[in-house]
Structures are given as C-alpha cells and as structure tokens.
C-alpha cells in the first residue's frame, strides 16, 4: 500500500507536460504550422522524419519539487510529507500532455498556398490535487471537527487519441496570411470527473455525540476506452494503440491561425487550437452520486415487538438519499483548447532568403516580444507569458532565449535552435536551463526537437 | 510501441546526460499512514414507561437492543485498526441509579468484548466514560458483528412512574486508530 502511494508521487513529481510553447513562431519551422495553421512558410515541401519529426516533453509539478520529499537530509520522511501536504493549495494539478507525430508532411500548391498534414498521437492527462480527500485520508476526520472537506477538488482529466489532420495556411497578402487544419480525433481512452460538488462534515450532534453530514453531493466519472462490452478490461497497450487509428469514438475539430506584419519590423501572430470534441459512444463505463444524509449512529428503540434491523435501515436509507448509479450513456467531451499568440519586432542586419525557388524574403537577423498561451483545463484556464529574443547567425541558423512566467514558476529560462543542414532540418527547445543543474528542485522543465526533409 | 517510445528513451537520455541532481534518497522512505477516525455509534432516549410491560402494570429492571453493525467486516479496517476509542455520555433523569452494559458478539452471538462498568447514579445529567480497545489485546474484537446494549436497574425504594415523562439519554461515538 504503502509503495504504491510512493510510486504515485513519484509518478506525479515527474509528471510530463507539453506546451511546445518556444516552438511558437520560431525558425519557420515545418513544425510551426502544427502551433499556427496560419505560419509563413518559406519551403516548398517537409517530410517528417516518422516518429523524429515532432516530439515534446516536459516535466512539471506546481505543487512540490522533488528534493522536498527525496532530498537526503537524514529528516524523517513522515515529516516532510507532511510538510508537502501542508504546502499544496487548490488548484496545484499535474498535467502530462505528450504528442508525439507518426507521420506529417506538407508541399506547396502554390505561391501562395501551403497544405500540410499527418497523424500524431496524443497523451493528454491533467488532475489536480484533492487536498481535502489527502488529508482526509491521510490523517482522518478526528484534528477536523466542523471543517467541511469539499470533494470538488477531486476533479481529473485524461485522453490518448489519435489525432489525424490537414492543413492549410494561404498567403493574403504581403501583410497577411490565415491558416486553418481540420483534424479528425480517434479516442482510445477518456477519463474524466469534473463539477464535482458536496462536502464531508463532522460536527458535533444533538441527538448524538457527533453528527456526520454529506452536504449536495453531486459527483460523476465518465470513462470510455477502458472496459469492454463484456466487462472485461483493456489492459494491452498495443490494444490501447490499435484504437487511436479510426476507433469507434469519434470527434472533429479545428485550429485556425494568421500572421499579420504591422510593418516589416512589427509581426503578429495568433492561433486557437483544437476547437473540436469528442462522441465517447463506445466501451462506455459512467458512474453517478448525488444526495445528502446525516448520519448521527444507530438508532436503538428497544421495541421488545419488533425486531429491527438498525445496520440494513441505515444502508437503505443511505442509498435512498445518495443514490449512484452506472450507465452506459454516451457523452460527449470537449478538447482542451489553446490560444497562442505572440508579438515580434524584428531589428538590426536585414538578410534576404531564397524561398521555394525565385521568391525571395527579407529578414532581419534580431528579434524580440512576448508570447502569450493559454490551455483551457477542468477548473481554470492556464496561462503563461514568455519574453523572448531570437538571433539568426545565418539564414539556416536561428537561435532563441525566453523568459516564462507560469503556473509552475515566475522564473523560467529557456533555449530554442532552429538549424538546417542541407535539407535535414533540426530544431530543439529546452525550456528552464536553470533547472538543469538540479532537476530535484525544478517545478518545470521540458524539452521539444524534431527531425524533417526541407525542400526549399 | 518500441518504435513510439524512442523519443522517450533518446529524451530521457539527453537529460540524464546533461543533468544532474542534489543527493536524493529512497532508503528513508517509510510512509506511515495513521489516520484517527471518529463516528457517532448508537443512541438512544428512553422514558421510564420503557421499564414497564404494555399494560404498565409491572416494572421491567432490565432492557436490552441488539444492532448488526458490519463495520468490522472490512478487510482494511480488520488488517489496520490499532485502537477503538468509545465515548460514552449518559442524562439519567431518573430517580433511580443503574447500569449499562455493552457486549459486543460475534455472527454466532458469542461475546468477544465487553464493558460492563457504566454505572450511572440518580440525577446525574452529565455522566461520561471513556473505555479503549487495544485490538493487540483484544484480537477477537475484531470478529464483532453485532452490539448489544443492556440496561439494569438498580432495585431502589423509588419506584418509576410510567406517567411522568422522565428520560434516560444514551450517546456514544468512536474513535478508531488506523496504520497503514
């Protein structure tokens, strides 16, 4: 028991997270246009490297750094534990969103006109902290007499999909170009609790020495993906796999993006991501509570006619008040979105780059601005801001530096190369570099790289 | 599977490689779960026309109720229970003195505990006892499924009057120590 709580904390200090928030309009990387549909591009076809050509990862935790509980101080265990326990707040979540793409590829129609498409895979799990129920579970009702333990901490997130898509991003004009991608979403897995309501008290009673209230409990979980129509449950990952390629439940959805130059120094750029959702139809396993009830003990009548049996009264009328229940209903779930957008200005040596053969494009070899990104999540909404700088050494060489500001930290320093070797194009961002030096003591660290054939 | 979880190897890997780590320890690891669980048990109000017969005619010095409880049943809390802490707080506003015993019997009705020193005095409102079950010492406690409550009178010159609306009050509650 006592390991496999150890092995879920571990689990959630190096929980993985992706965001791919440095790749964002940087290095015009074929990449790009999976976070702006609406990207410039300046190639005339890619080809992922399968596998290789986009792959994001990063490992966050808002509400402890590893060190606090592993750190070999010779401190007692149980302590700092509960000095974890202590210092994690509502709203401290884990979030693992790994994408990693099976084939992507794009080729110039026109002058204009760029279509890209593919298929990846996406792991996206987000659960926050139910202080209440830890400690409930962790140190009992007995030190929290009158405080109400809210099960609306208890809410939790997670998908694997695969996630099959066409872009296209067109040029307006000299100032403008829009993009959109339409994507077909194939669930494999969905769990999720979320609007979770009620409370647990212990009060001291009237008719008894304690009274114990469940007050507007309305809880639900909805699961598709994990057990079968003969109730047996999935448990092999290739089956799990197989089911991201055209599974039984279905969605559809949409990015849209643009960028606009206010001049040629001045660049903006925006995206919405995955406007889309799901029908779970398929493999459908919900569960309901919803009720009240205040239990104050046993009852004993001494009724000498009667013999009564207290236990099955109360268990009767406990599911008479909080009735659960388990349905096979389909339901459906919205992706979780995300909004990107970012301001460039561009300054210093003004260069010139061929661009899928006679066109040629202007750049400047100094850039700086800020990005901004937001992720729709069950509770809140996440946001983080990044200030970045961008160097091009070359025309095949670009360089970027970032300051984020998240949920996980308000000092996080970050990397990015985009480099062409011939046609092999790589890019790769390390997000916090600071963290490098001790990873135990990091709240968020994440890298993204990728391997594509670039046809100028 | 082996071909998508490369990345994975070859970014863990990397970060291996460039990273590194204050001193970690998993030789400490030794987490003691112990929560204290409290819950009201039983409860009860009687009027003195309880220790009469249905015709009130004749006094009836002994009471008893018996409640399945199936708590004990539990797996975790029979492999985790240390301690069993009973609260008991009695208002005798009878004008006669007695006891309460507890026994609480297994599924065949054979006793595996008992607590038979409640004894409560004439008019005393705020009687309270506290008695601990140390379940190392008391093993078969853990086989209880039923709880059965008696109440004696004490003989006494005072006789009770079912006519007079007079109460006896019963309260208790639990407070269970657990290590997991």
Not at chain 1, 296 to 325: A, C, H, I, M, R
């Amino acid at each position: 028991m006592k390991k496999h709580i150890l092995f879920f904390v571990f689990a959630i200090t190096i929980s993985i997270q992706a965001q791919q928030k440095l790749a964002f309009s940087f290095g015009e990387t074929p990449q790009s246009l999976m976070l702006n549909p609406g990207a410039e591009t300046n190639f005339k076809q890619h080809y992922g490297i399968p596998i290789l050509s986009n792959f994001n990862v990063s490992i966050g935790n808002s509400g402890f750094k590893f060190a606090d509980l592993f750190l070999d101080d010779s401190r007692d265990f149980n302590l700092k534990f509960q000095e974890v326990l202590s210092k994690i707040v509502p709203g401290d979540n884990i979030s693992i969103n790994a994408v990693i793409d099976v084939l992507n590829a794009g080729f110039r129609i026109n002058d204009k006109t760029y279509l890209s498409f593919g298929f990846y895979e996406e792991l996206d799990i987000i659960t926050y902290f139910p202080k209440d129920m830890l400690e409930l579970f962790y140190y009992g009702n007995e030190p929290f007499l009158n405080r109400p333990f809210s099960i609306s901490q208890a809410s939790m997130k997670a998908d694997f999909l695969g996630v099959l898509h066409l872009g296209i991003s067109r040029k307006i004009n000299k100032k403008l170009t829009t993009g959109a991608r339409v994507k077909i979403y194939s669930s494999s897995l969905n769990i999720e609790t979320s609007n979770n309501s009620g409370t647990f008290t212990t009060i001291i009673g009237n008719d008894n020495i304690l009274r114990q209230s469940l007050d507007n409990i309305d809880a639900q979980l909805r699961t598709s993906g994990i057990v079968d129509s003969n109730n047996e449950v999935f448990d092999s990952p290739d089956e799990f796999i197989s089911k991201t390629f055209f599974g039984n439940n279905l969605g559809l959805g949409f990015d849209v993006g643009l960028t606009y130059h206010f001049s040629p120094q001045l660049e903006l750029t925006g995206s919405i991501l995955d406007i889309g959702f799901i029908k779970h139809s398929n493999n459908i396993r919900n569960f309901t509570a919803k009720g009240d009830f205040i239990l104050d003990g046993l009852n004993f009548e001494y009724n000498s006619d009667l013999t009564l049996d207290y236990w099955q009264e109360l268990e009767d009328d406990f599911k008479d008040k909080v009735p659960t229940s388990e349905t096979q209903e389909a339901y459906t779930t919205w992706r979780p979105m995300k909004i990107n957008a970012a301001l460039k200005y561009s300054f210093g040596e003004q260069r010139r780059v061929v661009c899928y053969g006679e066109t040629h494009k202007k750049y400047f070899n100094n850039s700086m601005g800020f990005q901004l990104h937001t992720i729709m999540r069950p509770l809140k909404a996440q946001f983080s801001f990044t200030s970045f700088y961008e160097k091009s050494l070359s025309k095949n060489a670009h360089f970027k530096f970032t300051h984020t500001v998240n949920d996980y930290s308000p000092a996080i320093f970050g990397t990015g190369l985009s480099l062409q070797l011939s046609k092999v194009h790589f890019f790769g961002m390390l997000d916090n570099i600071l963290a490098v030096r001790d990873l135990s003591t990091a709240n968020n660290i994440s890298l993204n790289f990728g391997f594509n054939i670039v046809i100028d | 599977m082996r071909i998508i979880l490369a990345p994975l190897k070859i970014f863990f890997c990397f970060v291996l490689c460039i990273s590194c780590t204050d001193n970690l320890t998993f030789d400490q690891i030794s987490l003691d779960i112990e929560p204290i669980v409290n819950v009201p048990i039983a409860y009860f109000e009687l009027d003195q026309n309880d220790f009469f017969d249905d015709d009130d005619d004749i006094e009836i010095t002994s009471i008893t109720d018996t409640a399945v409880f199936r708590v004990l049943e539990s797996t975790t809390v029979q492999e985790n229970l240390i301690k069993a802490v009973i609260d008991f707080e009695i208002i005798n506003r009878f004008d006669r003195s007695f006891e309460v015993i507890i026994d609480f019997l297994d599924s065949n009705g054979v006793i595996t505990h008992s607590i038979t020193d409640l004894n409560i005095a004439v008019g005393d409102l705020n009687y309270s006892a506290t008695r601990t079950i140390i379940v190392e010492n008391s093993p078969e406690f853990l086989n209880s499924r039923k709880v059965r409550v008696k109440i004696n009178l004490f003989s006494s010159p005072n006789v009770l009057d079912p006519t007079i609306s007079k109460t006896l009050v019963f309260r208790s509650a639990g407070t269970f120590y657990l290590s997991f």
